[in-house]
């Protein structure tokens, strides 16, 4: 027997909730600007520059405090935060004034001693620096991965499909991206590049789900060439809804196990990619296809409008 998670024959029309489904992305849309307008991203030590300090303490003592004690022990600018939720375990990072003569194990020691009245003995778990410079490229390289990355898929696409297919996939993924970004704001999570890798990771996921409705739609309109396009897009979301939801569900689950038990070092990793396969379903049913069928109507018009230019300017006397 087969696996299924709806029934085979589905008549759902989602493309009559176009309107109120893109009106609640575009409400997203506005929010997750505003926040990183205001808010901004929490950049990781990979991106922003300065020493990174992992450490463990005997005691619990609020955040608070330590932070306090650090800052009286002459350490500027330095943030704290819990590292994966455990007790005791913190990631204390720590802008660097002296950029040449920078020194991360220099910098650990004396956060150390700078807690230990406080907190008890002090283990510190990791060390890590990252130059400015250096930070800047690689935030820079992360950018320009993304770009290049969506303008092959426009591409891609447009050779293989058709224009409005590619801007339909195009805008999905902007979708995905920008809403995974979003709630890495307004959690405040480090963004690393363990995140970036996962924010492209995202960008492949969605576009195989997109396509694979896009390749029906594209087989259906040959079987059914007197059907509206509008209800070729809704029987081809229908006859992928099966296959969507047991891909999705089955990645769901295993991007759990790791969010669950993969250790802090997989953790945001596993976080990133969760989100964005709930938005990248999303936005293969929600998405993507109402902008197809909104560019359908706009060429549709546009032809139109040719159609009768053409006609007034036949019908003009010489």
Known sequence: MILKLIPKETHV??????????ALSAGFLIATVTLLSTVGLNWGIDFSGGSLVQIQTEKNVPIAQMRQAIKDAGIDGATLQ????SEGELLVRVPEKDKENANASVTAQAVAAALSPLVGAVDIRRVEFVGP?????????GLLALIFSMVAILIYISIRFEMRYALGAIVALLHDIILTVGIFSLLQKEVTMTVLAALLTIVGYSLND????FDRVRENINKHGKMSFKDVLNLSVNEMLNRTLMTSLT????????????????HDFAFTLM???IVGTYSSVFVAAPTVLSMEAYYKRMKKDEEKMQKNFMSKPD
């Open 13 to 22: 029309d989602f493309l009559s909730k176009r309107k109120i489904c893109m």
């Open 82 to 85: 819990e590292f994966d939720g």
């Open 133 to 141: 410079q250096i930070g800047d490229e690689l935030r820079t390289q």
């Open 210 to 213: 997109t396509i694979v409705v």
């Open 251 to 266: 990645t769901l689950a295993v991007l759990l196990a790791l969010f669950l038990f993969g250790g802090g070092v997989i």
């Open 275 to 277: 989100f964005g396969v």
